[in-house]
């Protein structure tokens, strides 16, 4: 638990971040929040690592704001916890491991303010059981290892082909790739 006096640099950052919470919790109410990249978008590497990266700083941030005092209210937490849970199903449903990872720890951090604010009791007991039964209806846990392999494999196959198109347009990338693949002694 923190305060504004003890910390005000902290605060002063987190309050120019209160337009970002409430995009990040208009985002996460959306039931999917995948859509076609760009038409000149050449790989999905391009597009999903840094919406992730993104999202998963405004969630630690956000939580951090929960911890200050001003900010330990029963409405808020179960607001950060419901946009907790759902950001982890949105980036579950790309499979790849650092998103898996990404979506444990937005649980973790759900349920961290949820137990805390039981503890506290900033969120009343009598409450309790209707919203571990909203956070299970929001925390679907999508995330599949063996489908995450499978999409981790296919990354890697379209990494070679963003790499091999690249490569046809610049000379110097295609004497480097001809040098690591004579090092290596792959055949095409």
């Known amino acids: 638990m923190w305060t504004k006096d003890e910390f005000p640099e902290l605060a002063e950052y987190l309050k120019g971040l209160q337009p970002a919470f409430g995009q990040f919790r208009a985002a996460t109410r959306k039931k999917d929040f995948w859509e076609p990249a760009r038409p000149d978008a050449i790989s999905i590497i391009e597009v999903v690592i840094p919406a992730t ?3 998963h700083q405004t969630l630690q941030a956000w939580d951090v704001q929960l ?10 937490i179960r607001a950060f916890c419901s946009s907790a849970l759902r950001f982890a199903s949105h980036v579950e449903q790309n499979s790849i491991t650092i998103n898996g ?4 720890r937005s649980r973790m951090f759900a349920y961290e303010q949820l137990l805390s604010g039981l503890d506290e009791c900033v969120i009343d007991p009598s409450e309790a059981e209707a919203f571990f039964t909203r956070c299970r209806k929001l925390d679907r846990g999508d995330f599949s290892w063996t489908r995450c392999f499978t999409v981790e494999w296919a990354f890697c196959l379209d990494g070679i082909q963003l790499f091999r ?6 000379p110097k990338l295609a004497k480097k790739a001809a040098s690591l693949l004579e090092m290596e002694e792959v055949r095409d």
């Not at 990872?101 to 444990?104: N, P, Q, R, V």
């Open 165 to 170: 198109l690249r490569e046809s347009s610049d």
């Open 101 to 104: 990872l990404i979506a444990l």
């Open 67 to 76: 911890w200050q005092a001003d900010s330990r209210k029963s409405e808020n």
């Open 53 to 55: 990266v993104n999202g």
